[in-house]
């Protein structure tokens, strides 16, 4: 199976603006598709953004590799020309089940028949949108970790219909953009990384939303006692309050009630987590 090398990325908020960079940065030619020219001048800003990170962090960058990722993408409003002559799509919309399948039902009529789509979903399974994209052989989960230039994994988990070649053809376009890809055996819900980690932030939520500790002292007690980097509610700003909302709201009367303690003191304040400057903590 032929390499893709046209890649279209549908959705530029914090992880879709990664995916799409990074693929760019890796020499491929990016489509990355949003609702509105208004929501796309954000993502402009957020690929400016990146451009500088990695010329940082990323070895290499500093040469003008990571201004030359930015003449490789393409911004586009429209549906149809997104995907018009995409090898690969990779959907990084927001996790809501009617969305998404609402978004394959629209690829499934607009993409040409050899594309290869690709969800990023982070608890959805892929069986879950199968039905929906037209070409059920030709579609599988591709889940990124926030930072992708730093915590580089791409868990690739396919459907029982998944065709084999397809599944390889996207472990091998994950290894040509710099990631680490990890092949998981069978559907899981939470695929492997969110398994661990999302039993963890649900801990914490739990623990803030009961009135036992406020969010810094439960996030200084695991950074103190584990030694690691960061704590629960540093992590949910990264990943952002408003995917956090999505996925408590589904869940069970805990996690329920996370999710209206995050609307009510963070979300409806306008408070999403880094991407806004400010989430549990201020990052202006």
């Given at each position: 199976m032929a390499e893709p090398t046209?890649?279209?990325?549908?959705?530029?908020?914090?992880?879709?603006?990664?995916?799409?960079?990074?693929?760019?940065?890796?020499?491929?030619?990016?489509?990355?598709?949003?609702?509105?020219?208004?929501?796309?001048?954000?993502?402009?800003?957020?690929?400016?953004?990146?451009?500088?990170?990695?010329?940082?962090?990323?070895?290499?960058?500093?040469?003008?590799?990571?201004?030359?990722?930015?003449?490789?993408?393409?911004?586009?409003?429209?549906l149809a020309d997104a995907v018009t002559d995409a090898d690969l799509v990779i959907e990084a919309i927001p996790e809501n089940l009617a969305l998404?399948?609402?978004?394959?039902?629209?690829?499934?009529?607009?993409?040409?028949?050899?594309?290869?789509?690709?969800?990023?979903?982070?608890?959805?399974?892929?069986?879950?949108?199968s039905g929906f994209t037209g070409r059920p052989d030709r579609f599988l989960a591709l889940h990124f970790a926030n930072h992708v230039w730093v915590q580089n994994t791409a868990e690739i988990m396919g459907t029982p219909v998944t065709d084999p070649a397809v599944f390889q053809t996207v472990v091998d376009f994950a290894s040509a953009i710099?990631?680490?890809?990890?092949?998981?055996?069978?559907?899981?819900?939470?695929?492997?990384?969110?398994?661990?980690?999302?039993?963890?932030?649900?801990?914490?939520?739990?623990?803030?939303?009961?009135?036992?500790?406020?969010?810094?002292t439960i996030d200084k007690t695991w950074r103190i006692g584990t030694g690691a980097p960061l704590g629960p509610f540093q992590i949910y700003d990264i990943v952002g309050l408003t995917?956090?909302?999505?996925?408590?709201?589904?869940?069970?009367?805990?996690?329920?009630?996370?999710?209206?303690?995050?609307k009510e003191n963070y979300i409806d304040q306008g408070k999403l987590g880094t991407s806004t400057g400010e989430g549990f903590y201020s990052y202006k």
């Open positions: 046209k890649i279209t990325v549908l959705g530029t908020g914090v992880l879709g603006s990664q995916i799409a960079y990074q693929t760019a940065f890796h020499g491929f030619d990016v489509v990355a598709y949003d609702i509105s020219t208004e929501v796309l001048e954000q993502a402009q800003a957020r690929f400016a953004g990146l451009a500088a990170t990695y010329t940082k962090e990323v070895a290499g960058a500093a040469d003008g590799k990571a201004d030359a990722a930015l003449a490789r993408i393409r911004l586009s409003a429209d998404k399948r609402d978004m394959y039902t629209k690829l499934a009529a607009l993409a040409p028949e050899h594309t290869i789509f690709a969800t990023n979903s982070s608890t959805l399974l892929p069986s879950d949108l710099g990631m680490v890809p990890i092949e998981i055996r069978k559907e899981k819900a939470g695929y492997l990384l969110n398994s661990l980690l999302v039993p963890f932030l649900d801990a914490a939520g739990e623990l803030v939303v009961g009135g036992y500790a406020d969010p810094e995917t956090a909302y999505n996925i408590s709201s589904h869940g069970g009367e805990k996690q329920q009630a996370f999710a209206a303690y995050l």
